[in-house]
């Protein structure tokens, strides 16, 4: 059974920074893509970044620059290194990984405030 365990989240202040970490555990085959979403109170859960396994990132037009998004395969790990963060960037972040067969995983999700 896969299983997705996040850390990393917690209260910053507007202009700090939080690396957030997911570790995936029963995984049976390589994974296709890791991500990380994100939903804040009263909005869609949405894409922050990605990085499939060739090492092509993607990023949504409002991290681009301030987060960086990697991976350790060995470990079946990925990184969001958030920087700059701003007000509007609290959410609840949560890890996802997709199977070559098109399947989809989540983690229980790490709460991320950015507040003075």
């Known amino acids: 059974q896969v299983q997705l365990v996040e850390s990393g989240g917690g209260l910053v202040q507007p202009g700090g920074s939080l690396r957030l970490s997911c570790a995936a555990s029963?995984?049976?085959?390589?994974?296709?893509?890791m991500a990380w979403y994100r939903q804040a109170p009263g909005k869609q859960r949405e894409l922050a970044a990605i990085i499939v396994t060739s090492g092509t990132t993607n990023y949504a037009d409002s991290v681009k620059g301030r987060f960086t998004i990697s991976r350790d395969n060995a470990k079946n790990t990925v990184y969001l290194q958030m920087n700059s963060l701003k007000p509007e960037d609290t959410a609840v972040y949560y890890c996802n990984l997709r199977s070559p067969g098109g399947g989809y995983y989540w983690g229980q999700g790490t709460q991320v405030t950015v507040s003075s």
């Open positions: 029963g995984i049976m085959f390589r994974p296709y893509a």
